[in-house]
């Protein structure tokens, strides 16, 4: 079982509609949480970290960890087409610089 | 802020030849950069974690004789990739850690995209 598990998709919703991106994780040691977003041929760029549990919000995007259910959430509201890329999870230990990535979740919102 | 560079954008090569990528933060100082690559269609894959002034630390798999890392300022990695063969060819992604910063953040380059022949 991987540390982290990420559905690649690709996930297709048209332009205003809610997107929700997962990842489950089995590590209950992870205490950092993030999202970054990657376009096309581009180094990955960090949208949100959250510590522990809780939610976040910031603009039309919130992140949600649940460490209980080992699950943590992005949602994107009134999705643009400039939201479509691919959306990494990541996450590590409080003590540990290493990231554990899961796979990315493509994304493509349709005008 | 928080601008981290990388050169070139995209290499191509013959095997055999060896190849520099350059990392630079330009707005904040890094002890601690981390070197990816990545596979088409595939999430980033650690390589090492290079720190200022000091020996970088690899992944298990990853031969430090051929993907060698130099961290010789607070703004600049480089990593080297000594006789690169095609199955060298991927996408290199550096990232910093800003120093005093969380522990948590990590700020990326763009990528090198190198091709080997």
């Known amino acids: 079982q991987k540390e982290v598990e990420q559905d690649p998709g690709p996930l297709s919703v048209p332009e205003g509609a809610i997107v929700s991106l997962n990842c489950t994780y089995s590590?209950?040691?992870?205490?950092?949480f993030m999202w970054y977003r990657q376009y096309s041929r581009k180094g990955p760029e960090l949208l949100m970290y959250t510590y522990s549990s809780g939610n976040k919000e910031d603009g039309r995007f919130t992140a949600q960890v649940d460490k209980s259910s080992k699950y943590i959430s992005l949602f994107i509201r009134d999705s643009q087409p400039s939201d479509s890329a691919t959306y990494l999870c990541?996450?590590?230990?409080?003590?540990?610089?290493?990231?554990?990535w899961g796979l990315g979740t493509s994304l493509a919102v349709n005008p | 802020g928080a601008v981290v560079s990388q050169h070139p954008s995209w290499v191509i090569c013959k095997s055999g030849t060896s190849v520099k990528i350059e990392c630079r933060s330009l707005d904040f100082q890094a002890t601690t950069m981390f070197w990816y690559r990545q596979f088409p269609k595939q999430s980033l894959m650690l390589m090492a974690t290079s720190n200022e002034g000091s020996k970088a630390t690899y992944e298990q798999g990853v031969e430090k004789d051929k993907f060698l890392i130099n961290h010789a300022s607070l703004t600049l990695s480089t990593l080297t990739v000594t006789s690169a063969h095609p199955e060298d060819s991927s996408f290199y992604i550096c990232s910093a850690r800003r120093t005093g910063g969380p522990l948590e953040t990590q700020y990326f380059g763009p990528g090198t995209r190198l091709l080997v022949l």
């Open positions: 990541a996450m590590k230990t409080g003590n540990n610089r290493k990231l554990i």
């Open positions: 590590n209950s040691a992870f205490q950092y």
